[in-house]
């Protein structure tokens, strides 16, 4: 493998030739640019055919952090699940290109991973918030079937109010609005619409560290490629995802469930499971 500079300008340059193209056999160069004297690109040069000898060669191509990961995801999407690469490429383009993703990828080291990973925990919620639905409101109305037969004005399970009175044609009450006598319903529905609204504008640490562990990946590769010098994002620190405990019955409710379901045809699936510990799929291939 030979070298060799030259001088174009103010600015020394250095060029070699490496292996041909894996797949077309076309002619492959590495350059070299920017040098102030011939010293400094020889010098420069003789350290990246060393780096090359070594498998550690890295291009001189300002890829940028955006494009490297979408090049990267459609190289090794026939490698892994679809829903893997759906979920990286979510990931991708939620939580890294629009911080880091102009930025080029020999820039990226272990603190700016860090930095991005404490924006997303305290910044990084993007998804669509549940909106509010527009509550229609209901009113009586004559509802009569293709045979004629009278049907109830509003049985529907969507509506927030219901009635099941077949009214006449000259009721008063078709078309005016439908007393609600359940309130509880509709408070429950803005109890939980209140919840909604005070999500947290951070992302969850699981799903930060998944960010991380695709990245990890996708640098692993980019360090093989010869995108990158080493996998930087060995130096960061993800997030520490707590452990969140299961709800679990006490003796007593336990004790009280078998008690009141002692009549049910399913009781003694019940206590098989209750004094088995058997999984799910397992108790459904018992009942069957």
Same mark, same amino acid.
């Given at each position: 493998m030979k070298g060799r500079v030259y001088k174009r300008g103010e600015s020394w340059y250095y060029r070699f030739d490496i292996e041909p193209d894996p797949l077309t056999g076309k002619r492959r160069q590495v350059n070299g640019s920017g040098y102030r004297t011939e010293r400094e690109a020889w010098k420069e040069c003789r350290a990246a055919m060393a780096d090359h000898e070594r498998g550690r060669l890295v291009s001189s191509s300002r890829r940028k952090v955006g494009d490297a990961l979408n090049e990267w995801l459609t190289r090794i999407?026939?490698?892994?699940?679809?829903?893997?690469?759906?979920?990286?490429?979510?990931?991708?383009?939620?939580?890294?290109? !629009? =911080?880091?993703?102009?930025?080029?990828?020999?820039?990226?080291?272990? +603190?700016?991973? #860090?930095? @991005?990973?404490? %924006?997303?925990?305290?910044?990084?919620?993007?998804?669509?918030?549940?909106?509010?639905?527009?509550?229609?409101?209901?009113?009586?109305?004559?509802?009569?079937?293709?045979?004629?037969?009278?049907?109830?004005?509003? !049985? =529907?399970?969507?509506?927030?109010?219901?009635?099941?009175?077949?009214? +006449?044609?000259? #009721?008063? @009450?078709?078309? %005016?609005?439908?007393?609600?006598?359940?309130?509880?319903?509709?408070?429950?529905?803005?109890?939980?619409e209140a919840v909604q609204r005070k999500l947290s504008p951070g992302l969850e640490p699981k799903t930060v560290v998944n960010t991380h562990r695709m990245l990890h990946r996708a640098w692993a590769d980019f360090a093989v490629w010869g995108w990158a010098k080493r996998n930087v994002v060995s130096d960061a620190h993800p997030p520490r995802v707590p452990r969140k405990g299961r709800k679990v019955w006490t003796v007593a409710q336990l004790q009280t469930f078998l008690q009141r379901s002692r009549s049910d045809r399913f009781f003694a699936l019940w206590v098989l499971e209750a004094t088995s510990g058997m999984r799910r799929c397992e108790l459904g291939g018992r009942a069957a």
């Open positions: 999407e026939h490698s892994i699940k679809p829903s893997m690469v759906q979920n990286w490429r979510n990931y991708a383009a939620y939580y890294v290109v !629009p =911080y880091i993703g102009q930025r080029d990828v020999q820039e990226i080291n272990g +603190a700016v991973c #860090d930095a @991005l990973y404490a %924006k997303l925990l305290a910044e990084g919620r993007v998804k669509a918030r549940p909106k509010k639905r527009l509550r229609m409101q209901a009113v009586h109305t004559r509802r009569i079937a293709p045979d004629g037969r009278e049907m109830p004005c509003r !049985p =529907y399970s969507y509506d927030t109010v219901r009635c099941y009175r077949k009214h +006449a044609a000259n #009721d008063p @009450l078709i078309g %005016k609005p439908i007393e609600s006598k359940k309130l509880g319903q509709r408070a429950a529905e803005d109890a939980r």
